[in-house]
C-alpha cells in the first residue's frame, strides 16, 4: 500500500517547501533514535521528506502515487535510503548540539544576574555611589580561581591526557559522528591541582556575599540599567556572568525631571504677581532668589539658567518655576473696597 507522504510529515497537500523542511525538523527532533525515538518512524519520516522536498520526486509522487526509481532515493547510507542532496539548506546544528552537548569553541560563561536599586530624585540628578550585600558564586580568593592549594603545583588531567579536550565518535542510524567537548574534569585547561583548595574544594568558585560598589551617573533615567560586566556569578575556569542593575527613582515632593531640565511650582500672592516681587526658592542644592516680574500670569514660567540636570563637561539644564498664583479665600470690607476701585479702574 502507497504511504501518504503529506500525512506523515503532518502538512496539506499544497504545503509549501519551508513547511515541509519545518515539519520534517520538527518530527526528526522528536523520533530521531538516538534521543530514544522510533527508529522506524524516523526512517519513514525521512523517506518521506526525500521525496516531497524534492520537485521533480514531489511532482512523481503527486501524478502517480509513487516515486519511479525508488520511494526513498538511492539506498546505501546507513540502510534505509538516505540521500544527503534531500537535506540541502537543511541546519542539523540544533540536533546535533542536542546529542553531543555543545560542539568545541563554545565559551562557557556564569549566569547573569539582575536587581532592582532605588535612588533618590538628587541622587539621580548629580549621581551618587551605593555599595549593596550580594549573595552569589564568586572566584575563590583563597586560590584565585585555580582550585588548587596555595603554593602547590599543578599536574596533567589523567581524564584528557592534558589536551583539554575529548573526542567522541558515535554510532547513529545516519552515520557516525565525532565530537569534541571541554573536559570536564580540568573545565578545558588540561591540568589539574595536585592538592585541592580546601576553601572551595578545589572548584576555583564559592558561594559568599560580596559587597559591590555601583557608581550610579549623574543624569540617570528611571527605569535606565547599568551592565555591570562579569559582576555575576562566577563558573569555574571559565567567564563570569553580568550584573544588571535597574535603577528606579523615587519621586519627589517638589521637583520634577523634564528633559535635562528640574520643574517645580511656586506658589505667588496676588498682589505680587500683580506687582513684582523677589521670592527665595530652595533648589536641591542651594537658596537662590527668583525674581517675579510686574504683572505676570498663571501658570507663567521662570527658566533659571544652568540650575538643572548636569549633561556633561560642566553643562546643565535650567530650572524651570512655574507659577501658582494664589487668590484670597476670604476678603475683609476693606480689602472689598478696595478691590473696588479697582474695578472702577478697568482692572
Known amino acids: 500500500m502507497t504511504q501518504d507522504y503529506y500525512k506523515i510529515l503532518g502538512v496539506e497537500k499544497g504545503a509549501s517547501k519551508d513547511d515541509i523542511k519545518k515539519a520534517f ?14 527508529a522506524a518512524k524516523f526512517k519513514e519520516i525521512n523517506e518521506a521528506y526525500q521525496v516531497l522536498s524534492d520537485d521533480r520526486k514531489r511532482a512523481e509522487y503527486d501524478s502517480y502515487g509513487r516515486v519511479f526509481g525508488g520511494n526513498g532515493g538511492p539506498e546505501g547510507f546507513g540502510g534505509f535510503g538516505f540521500d544527503p542532496s534531500a537535506f540541502q539548506g537543511f541546519d542539523f546544528g ?7 552537548g555543545g560542539m568545541e569553541g563554545s565559551t562557557r560563561r556564569g549566569r547573569d544576574i539582575s536587581i532592582e536599586l532605588i535612588i533618590s530624585f538628587r541622587e539621580s540628578v548629580f549621581g551618587t555611589e551605593r555599595k549593596i550585600l550580594l549573595g552569589k558564586t564568586s572566584t575563590c580568593k ?14 596533567k588531567c589523567p581524564t584528557c591526557n592534558g589536551k583539554g579536550k575529548i573526542h567522541e565518535t558515535r554510532a547513529s542510524l545516519i552515520g557516525s559522528f ?28 564559592r558561594r559568599a556575599e560580596e559587597e559591590i560598589p555601583i557608581k550610579i551617573p549623574p543624569g540617570i533615567k528611571g527605569g535606565e540599567i547599568i551592565r555591570m560586566s562579569e559582576m555575576g556569578e562566577a563558573i569555574a575556569r571559565g567567564l563570569s556572568g553580568d550584573l544588571y542593575v535597574k535603577v528606579e527613582v523615587m519621586p519627589d515632593p517638589v521637583f520634577r525631571r523634564e528633559g535635562n531640565n528640574i520643574a517645580m511650582n511656586l506658589n505667588v500672592k496676588l498682589t505680587d504677581a500683580m506687582l513684582g516681587a523677589d521670592y527665595t526658592v530652595r533648589t536641591l542644592v542651594v537658596e537662590l532668589t527668583v525674581k517675579i516680574p510686574e504683572g505676570v500670569s498663571p501658570d507663567e514660567i521662570i527658566r533659571v539658567k544652568g540650575k538643572g540636570v ?15 498664583i494664589t487668590l484670597p479665600k476670604h476678603l475683609s470690607k476693606k480689602v472689598k473696597a478696595l478691590i473696588e476701585e479697582l474695578k472702577k479702574e478697568g482692572i
Open 25 to 38: 525538523h520538527k518530527l526528526a527532533h522528536k523520533y530521531h533514535p538516538d534521543k530514544g525515538g522510533d
Open 94 to 100: 540544533d540536533i546535533w548540539n542536542e546529542f553531543f
Open 142 to 155: 583563597v586560590c584565585d580561581g585555580s582550585g588548587g592549594k596555595p603554593g602547590t603545583a599543578h599536574k
Open 178 to 205: 565525532t565530537s569534541v567537548r571541554t573536559c570536564a574534569a580540568c573545565q578545558g585547561t588540561g591540568t589539574i591541582p595536585s592538592e585541592p583548595c580546601e576553601a572551595c574544594k578545589g572548584k576555583g568558585v
Open 310 to 324: 548636569p549633561t556633561g563637561k560642566g553643562a546643565r539644564g535650567d530650572l524651570l518655576v512655574k507659577l501658582d
